[in-house]
């Protein structure tokens, strides 16, 4: 099985400084036969389900603000959101997806403003 | 606009039997996977199972395989999630989900389920 780790588990970030977010697989999570990576990013405030960031690593989803970025490739993987606003206070996760079907997350990464 | 309506809070005893339910509408319900999301208190995400309600092909986490039944009525559009026999260890907030690879790009409010005696 696939295991995800994401570092820091938490981090304070100021108003306006940029956030990042790292994400690991223990196996590439890139599909040869798409040459995309299967990997997902959340963010989940208090109180609310899961909301979509980020698909194929580097995809925004419709609506999200510019400000959320994904990068990287294979194993590792990073969420950067470049001016952090108050709105952006959660706990982030990343997935993966295999084909089996099996998804797995990341164990979160809280981002507080400083 | 997609919706994943799911039912209510739920408060049951260890031993007692649980159906809870997900209601999809705004989209072509039998199009699409549909599955279930655990989130135990002050805890991570973990993927239950998951049902295409086409054909009810199903597939499951294998930690949960066993322990949870999925099931669909395409009929009325709605995914379902069930228990035989609950455990305190079952107590969590269960998140509906619509499957778009890579990942769930539609979740429901969520429904909590306590179990205590």
């Known amino acids: 099985d696939i295991v995800m780790t994401q570092s820091p588990d938490s981090l304070a970030v100021s108003l306006g400084e940029r956030a990042t977010i790292n994400c690991k697989s223990s196996?590439?999570?890139?599909?040869?036969?798409?040459?995309?990576?299967?990997l997902a990013w959340y963010q989940q405030k208090p109180g609310q389900p899961p909301k979509p960031l980020i698909f194929?690593?580097?995809t925004r989803e419709s609506g999200v603000p510019e400000r959320f970025s994904g990068s990287g490739s294979g194993t590792d993987f990073t969420l950067t959101i470049s001016s952090l606003q108050a709105e952006d206070v959660a706990v982030y996760y990343c997935q993966q997806y295999d084909t089996t079907p099996s998804f797995t997350f990341g164990p979160g990464t809280k981002v507080d403003l400083k | 606009e997609v919706q994943l309506a799911q039912s209510g809070a739920e408060v049951k005893k260890p031993g007692e039997s649980l159906k809870i339910s997900c209601q999809g509408s705004g989209y072509s319900f039998t199009d699409y996977w549909v599955g279930w999301v655990r989130q135990m208190p002050g805890r991570g995400l973990e993927w239950m199972a998951l049902i295409l309600p086409r054909d009810s092909n199903t597939k499951y986490n294998p930690s949960f395989q066993g322990q949870v039944t999925i099931s669909a009525d395409r009929s009325i559009s709605t995914a379902y999630l069930q228990w035989s026999s609950l455990k305190a260890s079952d107590t969590a907030m269960y998140y509906c989900?619509?499957?778009?690879?890579?990942?769930?790009?539609?979740w429901g409010q969520g429904t909590l389920v306590t179990v205590s005696s």
């Open positions: 989900v619509r499957h778009l690879a890579p990942g769930f790009d539609y």
């Open positions: 194929w690593a580097s």
């Open positions: 196996q590439s999570v890139l599909d040869t036969s798409t040459n995309k990576n299967n």
